[in-house]
């Protein structure tokens, strides 16, 4: 994401100082993923247990569920049957949207590289958002209309769905006729993503749905902001507002009730303070109303 955010500031600000500061560990970052983060092609999630300094509280590292960790989505269902290699420090499991952030990230860097006149390092990296953007092709289920997770160790798709597997229209890793499908397909399908309260984490047809625990089931502001921005590289205009509106609406729900902005919310309830493990006061839950003021911005 730091290539993404970099990239939007320099398009609004138009500081040259700013990307030439942020651009050496940006690109740093880009080619560690790509050396120390890739299995049978793919780019994936791990942990490197023998890193210094130890953390004595963190018992995780160079587990499974560190490499989960490194995902961001804890306890997300997606993971529950993936396996680890200890010797290599990876989650044995090809993930759509680490794939397509990852060529997000090479698209975003190339265009930063391009502003500041390294010609080299632009093509080194759309060379590889476009080796990346080939094997995510690989993951395309045409019989489901969307593309799927793969299971590294068994060599089979994983049928589990969640916002992330939008992530790559924010790739632009997708034909407009895919995208149209997935959209159509999955994300206004109401037994999946669709309904009063978007987007579940899982999708609501999947046994974790119920729990409404964490990234099982419940709604993240930076999932929908990060689908929002790939439904705008594609011809779908109705559904972005549809889209924009719901996460408004999402946002409001709980601070009209009790002036909050949340970690998560329930995607049964629409209520954010409602449990424990949910910040009252998060500042990514302002995500949901930032979706709104940028499709305002984009249509005036």
Same mark, same amino acid.
């Given at each position: 994401m730091g290539a993404l955010t970099i990239l939007g500031l320099y398009r609004?600000? /138009? +500081?040259?100082?700013? #990307? +030439? &500061? @942020?651009?050496? $560990? %940006? #690109?740093?970052? !880009?080619?560690?993923w790509a050396k120390h983060r890739e299995m049978q092609g793919y780019p994936v999630w791990g942990s490197d247990g023998e890193n210094e300094p130890h953390n004595p509280d963190d018992n995780s590292v160079g587990t499974l569920q560190a490499a989960k960790f490194e995902s961001g989505l804890d306890n997300s269902p997606m993971y529950?049957? @993936?396996?680890?290699? @200890?010797?290599? /420090?990876?989650?044995?499991? @090809? &993930?759509v949207g680490l794939m397509s952030l990852y060529i997000a990230d090479c698209n975003a860097l190339a265009e930063i590289a391009d502003a500041l006149g390294k010609a080299n390092d632009v093509e080194e990296l759309q060379q590889r958002a476009a080796q990346y953007r080939e094997t995510l092709g690989t993951m395309w289920d045409d019989k489901r209309g969307i593309f799927l997770n793969r299971n590294l160790l068994s060599g089979e798709f994983s049928t589990? %769905?969640? $916002?992330? !597997?939008?992530? %790559? %229209?924010l790739a632009k890793a997708a034909t407009p006729a895919q995208a149209d499908r997935m959209v159509q397909e999955h994300l206004l399908n109401p037994t999946e993503f669709w309904g009063d309260w978007i987007l579940p984490s899982i999708a609501r047809n999947d046994p974790a749905y119920n729990d409404q625990n964490y990234w099982r089931g419940r709604v993240w502001g930076p999932m929908n902001y990060l689908v929002y921005l790939g439904l705008r590289n594609y011809p779908q205009l109705s559904v972005r507002k549809q889209f924009a509106q719901k996460s408004m609406e999402l946002f409001e729900n709980e601070w009209s009730a009790d002036g909050r902005v949340c970690e998560n919310y329930s995607a049964i309830t629409g209520m954010g303070g409602d449990v424990s493990n949910s910040s009252r006061f998060h500042h990514w839950g302002a995500l949901l109303a930032l979706i709104k003021f940028k499709e305002l911005s984009a249509l005036k």
């Open positions: 609004r600000f /138009h +500081e040259r100082w700013f #990307i +030439e &500061d @942020a651009y050496g $560990p %940006l #690109i740093k970052w !880009n080619r560690w529950d049957d @993936a396996s680890y290699d @200890a010797a290599t /420090h990876q989650m044995q499991f @090809a &993930d589990r %769905l969640s $916002p992330t !597997n939008f992530y %790559l %229209l």
